[in-house]
């Protein structure tokens, strides 16, 4: 019997090793189905900061970041942060829908090079953080500082066309705030962290994914997930590919076992909507919106 094709975007490999596994090791094709991954770009970032520019005004930056295959129609799933999955809903113009919270509970950290004088979260102020608006490291960031900052001392750029570690390296912004495989790459050589933390994302599905085989893409990733729980490591060979060894040469033991986290996709709930949507309004980085509107539920929670 042919198997069901599926094509799903990928945003940061970080956020979809539970996906690669269960390709790896069979378990999509044993629920029947033929899952692509496609990635939004080669995936490895650039050695050079050439043609960088930093941009101040989020409303200057599509919160997709791009040209995205689920936008274009040729992706039915696809994984990112939690806010900026909200705002890509309310963004969307194929009727993508927010299905279910990701596997990936990955981590965001702000970075500065090993010779900054910066030192802690509060020296940061008025310091222009390059992040990517309307992703991970935009919102993670704002989270992070406005804990010790005030709003007003709290400055956050969008580093265009390259990869925001190299930027930071090459001198182009003085801190930046990176997932992995960037967070390991830092440490390697050397690059003082200043703040981190961790976070969920959310799953866009497109009004094409009907239920029965979301569950069925879930099961798998489920086994994948207590594969990820057991022991990452094997599978840390997809963050390392990312990394072009002009930049870093990383291996398995590099990584932090604590930042490898996944749990089972879940529902998302009205109450975690509600407290991030708030959040984001107050950021003016949302218009006005309804959790009916945007969340559509598509994951089964098992008993």
């Not at 189905?33 to 990635?39: G, N, Q, R, Y």
């Not at 970041?65 to 963004?91: H, I, K």
């Not at 005030?150 to 801190?175: C, M, T």
């Amino acid at each position: 019997m042919a198997l069901k094709k599926i094509r799903n975007e990928v945003s940061g490999t970080i956020f979809s090793l539970p996906f690669y596994v269960a390709k790896e090791l069979g378990y999509f094709e044993a629920e029947g189905l033929d899952v692509e991954l496609v990635k939004r770009s080669s995936g490895r970032a650039s050695a050079s900061s050439d043609g960088v520019r930093l941009i101040e005004d989020h409303e200057l930056v599509s919160s997709f970041g791009g040209p995205s295959p689920f936008e274009q129609g040729e992706t039915a799933l696809y994984r990112a942060c939690e806010w900026g999955q909200v705002r890509r809903t309310q963004d969307s113009a194929v009727g993508g829908k927010l299905v279910a919270k990701r596997a990936a509970r990955a981590s965001q950290a702000i970075i500065v090079r090993p010779d900054s004088p910066y030192l802690i979260p509060q020296d940061l102020a008025n310091v222009p953080v390059g992040v990517s608006f309307h992703h991970g490291s935009h919102y993670v960031a704002l989270q992070l500082l406005e804990g010790f900052l005030p709003r007003e001392e709290i400055k956050v750029v969008h580093v265009d066309g390259g990869n925001r570690f190299v930027a930071l390296r090459d001198g182009k912004v003085e801190a930046v705030a990176v997932m992995e495989p960037w967070i390991t790459v830092a440490e390697k050589l050397g690059y003082k962290v200043i703040a981190e933390a961790h976070y969920v994302g959310l799953e866009i599905g497109s009004p094409s994914l009907d239920a029965a085989t979301f569950e069925s893409i879930n099961r798998a990733v489920r086994r994948a997930v207590a594969v990820l729980q057991k022991d990452p490591y094997p599978f840390v060979k997809y963050l390392i590919a990312d990394v072009d060894p002009a930049i870093a040469t990383l291996e398995p033991k590099d990584f932090s076992r604590s930042r490898l986290r996944y749990a089972d996709p879940s529902v998302y709930s009205q109450k975690d909507f509600e407290r991030s949507y708030n959040w984001m309004r107050s950021w003016n980085l949302l218009k006005e919106d309804s959790y009916d509107n945007l969340v559509d539920n598509r994951v089964l929670e098992l008993a």
